[in-house]
């Protein structure tokens, strides 16, 4: 990713100057909100000693493989957060992460649980809610149900 480029995450800032500082180690992500936007943007540059380092011992699998990735991750919604703040130990994300895959837009709605362990964010698990296609069709009204499968409405979901 160019250092000039918006960060995946969605903060608004440039790469270098958000997850990247992240992601060199120069600073550990201070809420439960952050990890995950920095994962997000991790995972879809496929760096995996990022994921793996940030990834609570307990739950994390010994390698992950890129290989049969095929999505283009564009970028990442938070829904909402409960706790995960500075004073935390444990927080929740729940997030919508939008992609390309086989040149279908997608997104990915999903529950993630935190925990802080010794000042340090780590990400312990996540429930999927949901995945599904975007229907870009401009006969979508905005009270029909939304196309990711959400099971709300168009305008409470990725219509905002």
């Known amino acids: 990713m160019a250092t000039k480029e918006l960060c995946l995450c969605g903060s608004q800032l440039t790469y270098q100057d958000c997850c990247g500082l992240y992601h060199r180690g120069e600073k550990t992500a201070p809420t439960a909100e952050s990890l995950m936007r920095s994962r997000f943007t991790a995972y879809a540059m496929q760096n995996s000693d990022y994921l793996i380092a940030t990834w609570d011992s307990t739950k994390c699998p010994e390698s992950i493989n890129f290989e049969k990735e095929n999505a283009q991750w564009q970028r990442l919604e938070i829904v909402n957060t409960k706790k995960g703040g500075v004073k935390d130990t444990k927080g929740i994300v729940e997030f919508k992460a939008y992609f390309l895959a086989d040149g279908e837009e997608s997104v990915m709605n999903e529950i993630s649980r935190f925990k802080k362990v010794a000042g340090h964010w780590l990400y312990l698990d996540g429930l999927v809610k949901s995945v599904g ?7 979508q009204g905005k009270n029909a149900p939304c196309s990711c499968g959400s099971g709300k409405k168009f305008k409470r979901c990725c219509g905002k």
Do not use: F, L, P, V
Request: glycine fraction near 0%; charge should be positive.
């Open 133 to 139: 296609k975007i229907n870009n069709s401009n006969n």
